[in-house]
């Protein structure tokens, strides 16, 4: 991996590492308190504009009320051999690059389908499902299975209590992570699709007594 990549693998790592360790050791009990405090599939509501228009993330908890996650449907026309010519291994990877958010996006993680934990650092996100953060591995998996992992440019990143008011606000539908959702092959009609699945499970997200906007969005989307 290019050097620029391998500095800003570092420098997130110590975020994700240590804020996902954390979360994961947690009760079940206790993380089943409140539905943000789980990994979980957000789907953007049909009026959100701009940068996550018409996207689907996965958004992982870290200590202090924060979340980080990727976009899951975004698909870019960069390619693995494209952005590392001179790593030979990179040219097996066959899907392309998703771009996974707006922070470090000079930065490539890897998200992989394994129960076993690579050597370097990795953490869990889902049983079966790890993130790896540090260049040595990926470069490791992209020798060795290179197509059980999907490649992300960047991240996305919550700051304490900020996906909570975008929940409350109507910003996403929510669904439960699931490993098939994350690596699916064709996402060119995810959003669709599970918009339509989200809306009918709404009583994930919580609804207050009063009928906010989220509440109002909620009904119409189901009515459509």
Known sequence: MHTDARLGNARVWILLMLGL???????????AQEEIDEPLILVAAPQMGGFYQRS??????????????????????????GLFPKHDPSRKVVMPVFLGGPEMVNSIFAMLKSSDSPEGN??????????????????????QTPNDARYYAGFVAWQPGELRTELDRGFWFVL???????????VSRMWEELLERSSKVWTHVHVPDHPTAAVRLAQAVRTR
Do not use: C, W, Y
């Open 122 to 143: 990795s953490f869990t996100v889902l049983p079966g499902v790890l993130v790896v953060a540090e260049a040595r591995s990926i470069d490791k998996i992209i020798e």
């Open 56 to 81: 689907v993330l996965i958004s992982i908890p870290v200590p202090g009320n924060r979340h980080v996650g990727f976009i899951i449907n975004r698909p870019t026309e960069l390619s693995m051999a």
């Open 176 to 186: 439960k992570a699931r490993p098939e959702l994350m690596f699916r092959p064709d």
């Open 21 to 31: 360790s954390i979360a994961a050791a947690l009760p079940s009990s206790v993380r």
